[in-house]
């Protein structure tokens, strides 16, 4: 019933033609304000992450497999490289996710439900492959609602053009409780036993965070939970809220409304200017949600670097959950405005269920691997103490690298001091130049050759009673001769035993950002950094060790990365 319903409306809707076009904004609504450029040499400006040509760019929104094509809207600021709230859903599509086609923008604030702006959102593929997006608009009077938008064509594989609900908004802040200027970012809807689609909405209440849990049998008439999804105090707003199965079983994706004793579920939240997430047991019944443990508690984020308002979805072509984040700049306003951009996208991540239950694992797409060339590869080189080790033949400014650390002697490691419990607090005492026992050991990229300027990713290794603890760091301290940028250091625990398995790490660099993978994905940091000096071909890339433990670099593998095709 609730499908035939949904069928009925989609032909109403573009048969009648009683709709808002979105297409025809654009004659009156367009990039008015071309690139300046104070020079045509762009050294920060990356070459296989994902960027507009020009402007300002946010949160991915809507990400979904269609006909053949991955889509990813995003958040748009047509008119320059900073933001402002009237944003716009700008569009484009790849078959592969590594390169990608522009498309004309996909959502304008044209409407009194979203003239103050089209915020984040998410895309729904509905029964018989249609798909359907909900997104935020900020109102006339700057409230914050919730918005359906279909595509005009379901035979068009590019879904270029899109058309507003007349009955928008669906969604409205109607409980007193909720701040109707912080009630945003709609998830992808999952579809119940009892034929009812839910969505959560992210806002804040008077006590902290919250998930607001909203229901509908047909898409378009929905109805508020009576108590909160999910809420948590002394946390700020929940923004880009995000909520999906993961299998028990096997590392492969599974659908948004699957939900059998095969799966746990993730509920992933952005608050603090960072992404966390807990994994729980969710009831399709009840609609209760029981984490594991609480957001406060376990400090489980999908990055510990520089990584905002991700999304994820289900990529049917090749049963796998995907997800990528809003990578902002780390330097001034003013320095986005002069090169004329600002923003890009990780590069995408598979994401699924780790061996012991705890913690998601992240990995690149296997698709990022098409742009490998020049390959270097050597095996068992020892790293003394105090050494420093030059991996050429590679464009260490454009580049992949995978490497194996195996620690033979442990018993030298530095003892964990119990008020040791903030991972970024640690590194930042203990950065790469600070000698240690069993590390620091690791990689230092967008190296000067005089190492003025480096970043350092790397480990340290400390026994704590009966048990090792490995850390990794992501240390920008020395990352720019430039006094004017955020150096931030970042830090995370890595679920890895040294006494039974080598500590791996991976790491992309594309001229302005490091995204670092510890421990087969266990753990993520991503940096942005500007050097003045390591840039294009100045760039170097070494290998070292600062404990006084020596190291084996038991594999190495490093490859000069093609640029993808962005246009």
Request: aromatic residues 12%; glycine residues 6%; charged residues 20%.
């Amino acid at each position: 019933m609730a499908t035939s319903a949904l069928w009925f409306l989609w032909l109403w809707f573009i048969l009648v033609g009683d709709v808002t076009e979105v297409e025809d904004s654009r004659r009156t609504h367009g990039d008015l304000y071309p690139l300046q450029i104070t020079s045509i040499k762009q050294p920060y400006r990356t070459l296989y992450h994902f960027q507009p040509p020009r402007n300002w760019m946010n949160d991915p929104n809507a990400p979904m497999y269609y006909k053949g094509y991955y889509h990813l809207f995003y958040q748009y600021n047509p008119y320059g490289a900073v933001w402002r709230p009237d944003i716009i859903w700008a569009h484009s599509v790849s078959t592969d996710l590594v390169n990608w086609v522009h498309l004309d923008h996909a959502i304008y604030p044209t409407e009194t439900f979203d003239i103050n702006g089209c915020w984040s959102g998410s895309a729904t593929i509905l029964p018989g492959n249609k798909p359907v997006i909900l997104y935020t608009g900020g109102d006339s009077k700057n409230h914050q609602v919730q918005n359906l938008a279909l595509p005009v064509n379901l035979s068009d594989p590019l879904l270029q053009s899109w058309v507003k609900l007349p009955q928008n908004p669906l969604i409205t802040p109607i409980n007193g409780g909720i701040d109707p200027e912080n009630f945003r970012d709609p998830t992808t809807a999952w579809q119940g036993p009892d034929g009812e689609w839910r969505v959560l909405v992210g806002t804040q209440g008077e006590h902290g965070g919250m998930a607001i849990l909203y229901r509908s049998r047909d898409f378009v008439n929905w109805t508020e939970s009576q108590y909160p999804f999910r809420s948590r105090e002394k946390t700020s707003i929940w923004e880009c809220p995000d909520f999906y199965p993961v299998s028990l079983n096997t590392t492969n994706g599974v659908d948004t409304s699957v939900n059998n004793p095969s799966v746990k579920h993730v509920l992933k939240v952005n608050f603090n200017s960072h992404d966390y997430y807990t994994l729980g047991s969710y009831s399709s019944y009840t609609d209760e949600y029981i984490p594991d443990t609480d957001f406060m508690d376990s400090d489980l984020r999908y990055d510990y670097g520089k990584f905002y308002a991700s999304k994820s979805f289900f990529d049917p072509a090749k049963n796998r959950r995907i997800l990528w984040a809003w990578v902002n700049e780390s330097d001034s306003e003013s320095e986005d405005i002069k090169r004329g951009w600002s923003g890009l996208q990780s590069i995408p991540r598979s994401a699924w269920l780790g061996k012991t239950g705890r913690q998601l694992v992240q990995w690149p797409v296997e698709e990022i691997e098409k742009l490998r060339i020049n390959e270097v590869n050597f095996k068992g080189e020892n790293l003394r103490s105090e050494t420093v080790f030059e991996v050429s033949g590679v464009t260490a400014s454009q580049a992949d690298i995978e490497v194996s650390f195996e620690l033979p002697k442990l018993a030298y490691a530095e003892l964990m001091d119990p008020s040791w419990v903030d991972p970024q607090l640690l590194c930042s005492d203990k950065g790469a130049s600070v000698k240690g026992g069993v590390g620091p050991f690791g990689l230092l990229v967008l190296a000067s050759e005089d190492l003025k300027e480096h970043t350092a990713i790397f480990f340290r290794v400390f026994k704590n009673k009966d048990r090792y603890v490995v850390l990794m760091c992501s240390d920008q301290s020395r990352s720019s001769l430039s006094e004017e940028i955020d150096k931030t250091t970042y830090g995370a625990f890595v679920d890895v035993d040294p006494r039974h398995e080598n500590i791996s790490l991976r790491s992309l660099i594309d001229h302005s950002i490091v995204e670092s993978f510890g421990g087969e994905g266990r753990a993520c940091i991503t940096a942005r950094v500007y050097p003045k000096l390591a840039i294009d071909e100045e760039a170097r890339l070494y290998a070292f060790n600062n404990g006084t433990e020596n190291v084996i670099i038991s594999r190495l593998r490093a490859w000069s990365m093609k640029s993808a095709l962005i246009y």
